[in-house]
């Protein structure tokens, strides 16, 4: 019995079989076969249509009446009451027809956020004093030790202790080529092992790791809708009862001005009521951003919402930070100017000071001398450097400001990034240096290509160092030596003289210009908090292509879903002025419904398709 309701209840059979009873009752009907040919197009209607008639019904007892289904359910009703049999069955059987067809799309675009859920293993290998233990990712503790093997998934963000082997990481980065890992590396969840073993040390429980953090940030996005759809949900609350009431009022003022009888002007209104469901807006507008959120995910851009896709679609300004965005920030000291004092007196107390800071520039400094005599006091300025107590002496290292903060008078053209003085007295200077990305120049010009019509760095860093960058990109506009909360004010200026302006940052220190840009854009920031509270868009790698990427794909996902609006909209309008005249009939009043509904699915599909051409 359970299979015999599960065939009835399977809407592929039911389109079958009131297919062929309609096709039936229309031979029926042309043999002179009426009473028969009633029969079977009430037994094609009950098939086709029992459920939407049930789930009408539902809606009338939850004080819904003006839903699709209670507006279908009242047109193929009304058309058997007005002898208008075949178009009755055909707007229930093609109703039905486009909304299994809706059920297959919205399916089909929810696979591309479904795969995403197989990126955050539920099981992993814990090493325990027993042996090997399979346990729930859940249950893997910091500090726990696993085992993974060629062929599984990382479940945990961790640490490999031991082994070395090769990983793909195109399902949380979008990055094709394979990378190797070694003891020392750090690993994200969801990353695939393709050959050797590892053994980790988890540095980050499940529920916090970075694959839980994609999937979290996904399922967020697609809470948060967009302007278009926004429109659509407010476009909807007065479109339908307007257009009923009109349905209703031809009903009763045609046969009272004696422009038309009283069954035609009921089969006139008939068909205001099915060209009036909106379902092709309310399906194929939000498809279009989940269909967007979905397809950057997999290629490793992390929209917050559906609202951020304006945003970048119409981006006009980009405004970078410099360290570790423009440049990979893998520092290194390339020199050191003593100053009355040998060479390495200056790096035993730059390093020693330095050691208690982890800025990526203090980092290089401390290893050039990674057993320096760890510093009694430390105080770090944000913006300026670090001031150091050590074996009773008073150690400043950072830039010209910070100098002066100590009462030491910095070069009037200092030639290093770290000013380093002992006791109020300048001993030395250390060169500093770091290589611009490989992808930042043809990114840029990508950005270019594209419309953006200002580029600027703001950065903290030294001028002789940012303009450095700045003339091999071939960028004007630059700010230098300045405070977050400099930066901050700077990109304020920028946001009030452009459209939508966007900065690109580490998460970290930017995060105020992060929140407050039009687009505050992560790099490679989903292991960190401030990366994924402050930023609208997040991006899985350090690639500065994916910037140029994400504004194309914005943009046709925009474009496909206002596409839609203009679409449904001027086929309906004009269907429903030719529906009130009298000159179209119930046909085209489905595909009014139905065929402009598929059609819009079908473009808003379009959105799981992204080509690389970079100038759309």
């Given amino acids: 019995m359970k299979k015999i309701i599960k065939i009835l209840k399977n809407s592929i059979f039911r389109i079958c079989v009131g297919g062929v009873l309609f096709v039936a009752a229309i031979l029926a009907h042309g043999f002179g076969m009426r009473s028969f040919a009633l029969g079977l197009d009430v037994a094609a209607l009950l098939i086709s249509g029992t459920p939407v008639f049930i789930d009408a019904i539902r809606g009338i007892l939850r004080r819904d009446l ?22 009755g069955v055909a707007v229930m059987l093609f109703f039905l027809v486009g909304e299994t067809f809706e059920k297959m799309a919205v399916k089909r675009s929810r696979s591309s956020i479904r795969s995403l859920m197989s990126i955050r293993p539920d099981e992993a ?44 990481s195109s399902s949380m980065t979008g990055e094709a080529l394979p990378v190797s890992v070694k003891a020392g590396d750090s690993l994200d969840s969801g990353i695939v092992i393709i050959n050797g073993m590892l053994r980790c040390r988890c540095i980050r429980p499940a529920e916090s790791s970075a694959a839980s953090r994609i999937l979290e940030l996904v399922e967020c996005a697609n809470e948060t809708k967009s302007k278009e759809e926004n429109f659509i949900t407010k476009f909807s609350h007065f479109y339908t009862p307007i257009v009923v009431g009109c349905a209703i009022l031809l009903a009763i003022l045609l046969p009272i001005f004696k422009i038309t009888t009283v069954d035609d002007a009921v089969r006139r209104a008939l068909m205001f009521l099915v060209i009036s469901c909106p379902c092709a807006l309310v399906i194929s507008v939000p498809m279009a951003f989940f269909g967007g959120i979905g397809g950057a995910a997999s290629r490793g851009i992390l929209f917050k919402g559906g609202n951020v896709f304006s945003k970048v679609a119409r981006l006009d300004t980009v405004a970078f930070d410099k360290t570790g965005t423009l440049t990979n920030g893998n520092f290194k ?44 006091f430390v105080k770090e300025l944000t913006g300026e450097g670090i001031i150091a107590s050590i074996d009773g002496h008073t150690v400043a290292a950072g830039n010209s400001a910070l100098m002066r903060r100590v009462n030491v008078d910095p070069p009037k053209n200092p030639r290093g990034t770290v000013l380093v003085a002992l006791d109020g007295v300048l001993i030395g200077e250390l060169i500093i240096s770091d290589k611009i990305k490989p992808e930042a120049k043809e990114a840029l010009e990508s950005l270019t290509a594209l419309g953006v019509k200002r580029l600027a760095i703001i950065s903290g860093d030294r001028k002789d160092n940012v303009k450095a960058v700045a003339n091999n990109l071939s960028l004007s506009e630059i700010y230098y030596e300045l405070t977050p909360e400099q930066k901050y004010e700077k990109l304020r200026e920028l946001i009030s003289a452009s459209r939508s302006t966007a900065f690109v940052g580490d998460g970290i220190n930017d995060a105020p210009s992060l929140a407050s840009a039009d687009v505050g854009i992560a790099m490679g920031g989903i292991g960190q908090d401030s990366a994924i509270e402050a930023a609208d868009l997040v991006l899985m790698t350090d690639n500065l292509a994916k910037i140029p990427e994400a504004v194309r794909l914005a943009r046709k996902t925009v474009g496909i879903a206002k596409f839609n609006i203009f679409f449904a909209l001027g086929v309906k309008l004009s269907i429903l ?34 080509r690389k051409n970079p100038y759309r």
């Fill in 333 to 376: 000291v390339r020199g050191v100017i003593p100053y009355g004092v040998d060479k390495n007196t200056v790096i035993e107390y730059a390093a020693a000071a330095e050691q208690g800071s982890n800025h990526p520039i203090a980092k290089a400094v401390a290893a050039m001398r990674p057993r320096a005599k760890a510093p009694e």
């Fill in 66 to 87: 003006l839903d699709e289904k209670f507006l279908m359910s009242v047109a193929s009703v009304g058309a058997f009451f007005i002898n208008e049999w075949s178009e």
């Fill in 125 to 168: 290998v814990l090493l325990t004093a027993e042996g090997e233990v399979t346990v729930d990712a859940d249950d893997v503790k910091v500090g726990d030790v696993i085992i993974i093997r060629s062929g599984e998934r990382v479940p945990v963000d961790c640490e490999v202790l031991f082994g070395a082997a090769d990983a793909d």
């Fill in 577 to 610: 002025v030719l529906g009130a005249l009298g000159i179209t009939g119930m046909w085209l009043a489905v595909f009014a419904d139905v065929g402009v509904a598929v059609l819009a699915i079908l473009n808003s599909m379009r959105t799981l398709i992204f």
